[in-house]
């Protein structure tokens, strides 16, 4: 069964490091979409993309933030200069348009 | 704003009871409606999903329920199992770009 891989699993690094997430979505999911879940809280869109446009980045913190998805297809999200507040699970999903999205298991990141 | 609320935050059910999540919804525009299942943990999964066009929608012991005038959806969980502990997450497709925003969660303990 396909699924949305994302790498790596767990990331550790200090504040005012950079770091960066890769997600590789379901073949031929034209829609990708990037969340942060804080523990105990619901999974907050951070950007959205049709192929390889950003079609929603309105709560993305573009000041530290930046997404890419070049070929419409693989993705990275980076932070720079991470923070501690940053410390979340980072939760990629890919979904064909406007149906279920299918979430990889995310990458925990701690800053310390 | 674009914004999707869940109540109530914990619910506990003895095993064999039913139990009601309920969702309101903030844009009329809205077509899609769908629930996730959390595990501590683990990824966010598809457990039903509604369209607009349809009013309830059941699955074996899981329905969902949808009013678009008053803007709520619920979920029903009919002879609950200690299985059925997790996470649940409503969430529904937003604005131009149908972007999926999440509740904000309830967390189901079924006593046995």
């Known amino acids: 069964e396909a699924e949305v891989a994302q790498s790596p699993r767990y990331k550790i690094t200090e504040k005012s490091q950079a770091v960066a997430f890769w997600c590789d979505p379901i073949s031929g999911h034209a829609t990708l979409y990037w969340y942060r879940q804080i523990l105990g809280q619901g999974p907050e869109l951070l950007v959205q993309f049709q192929d390889e446009s950003v079609v929603d980045d309105s709560q993305l913190p573009k000041d530290r933030f930046s997404a890419e998805r070049l070929k419409g297809v693989d993705s990275t999200l980076k932070i720079q200069p991470a923070e501690l507040g940053d410390s979340a699970m980072y939760l990629c999903?890919?979904?064909?348009?406007?149906?279920?999205?299918?979430f990889g298991q995310g990458t925990r990141l701690t800053v310390v | 704003g674009e914004n999707v609320e869940q109540h109530p935050s914990t619910l506990s059910v003895q095993e064999g009871d039913s139990a009601v999540i309920k969702c309101t919804y903030s844009?009329?525009?809205?077509?899609?409606f769908p629930w996730y299942k959390q595990e501590l943990g683990k990824r966010p999964q598809l457990i039903i999903d509604?369209?607009?066009?349809?009013g309830e929608k059941k699955d074996q012991r899981i329905a969902v329920t949808l009013n678009k005038t008053a803007k709520h959806f619920s979920l029903h969980i009919t002879e609950t199992q200690p299985e059925d502990s997790a996470v649940y997450f409503c969430a529904a497709s937003l604005g131009a770009t149908n972007k999926l925003i999440f509740g904000t969660g309830t967390l189901l303990a079924v006593q046995p």
């Open positions: 509604i369209r607009s066009n349809v």
């Open positions: 844009d009329s525009a809205s077509n899609y």
């Open positions: 999903a890919s979904s064909p348009y406007n149906t279920e999205a299918f």
